[in-house]
């Protein structure tokens, strides 16, 4: 069956670093990728989406591209803040068929000043 | 509201009761799904309803698990006999439909302790 695997937190990084967040998944097909973030306190919200491959969703400053070739969906951030804190979760949805969403299982991110 | 609401936030139980979680998806949204996620996992799949209709409840866990949707909006999930590795968040989602890539739109979770 589908899975996502994306790397374990957490992750700790100064201000202004770069951010690079792993996820590699197993799926037939093609599956649409999305990156989801639980900010605390909060519900999970959708942070950016491919649908295709060489895709690149990208929102807030975060990009990942779909790279079939590796079956990988790295999130990145040139430039995090503090207010970007959160778990984000790697997850697809199988093509074809209803919206069940496959989730990894998060990682953290904590940003210090 | 303008989002998914679930109530309660939280709720502890005892082993052996019974549980009920509310999920009031978005206005207009057919399509709802439940979700559970345990301390330090992502969300799992649990049931999905295209309107009043369970469409697929093939990640609800054992026949202790149950959920309904009577009129379309608003869901119910139903756990009896509680036990402790039923402790959880219990996720629900909504979206305009199913099938055409819409947004899913995710609640604050109702977490459930069950001592």
């Known amino acids: 069956g589908d899975s996502v695997t994306q790397m374990e937190g957490p992750v700790t990084l100064s201000e202004e670093a770069f951010l690079t967040i792993n996820c590699t998944y197993t799926a037939t097909g093609y599956p649409s990728l999305f990156w989801y973030v639980q900010y605390p306190g909060e519900g999970l919200q959708l942070l950016l989406k491919a649908t295709k491959a060489d895709d690149k969703g990208s929102n807030k400053g975060f990009e990942a591209t779909y790279r079939k070739e590796t079956t990988s969906f790295h999130l990145e951030k040139g430039s995090v803040q503090v207010s970007d804190s959160a778990v984000y979760f790697c997850a697809l949805i199988h093509s074809g068929g209803y919206q069940k969403v496959t989730f990894g299982t998060g990682t953290k991110l904590q940003v210090i000043p | 509201g303008a989002g998914v609401s679930q109530t309660p936030s939280n709720k502890v139980t005892e082993k052996g009761k019974y549980v009920e979680l509310r999920c009031d998806p978005i206005?207009?949204?057919?399509?709802l799904y439940w979700y559970r996620q345990s301390l330090g996992q992502g969300p799992e799949f649990l049931i999905y309803f295209q309107g009043t209709g369970a469409a697929d409840d093939s990640g609800l866990p054992n026949d202790r698990f149950f959920a309904v949707r009577p009129e379309g909006s608003v869901s119910t999930l139903k756990i009896q006999r509680t036990e402790r590795g039923d402790s959880a968040v219990y996720l629900c989602a909504s979206s305009l439909d199913a099938y055409s890539g819409n947004t899913i739109y995710f609640g604050e979770g109702s977490w459930l302790t069950v001592v």
């Open positions: 206005s207009g949204h057919t399509a």
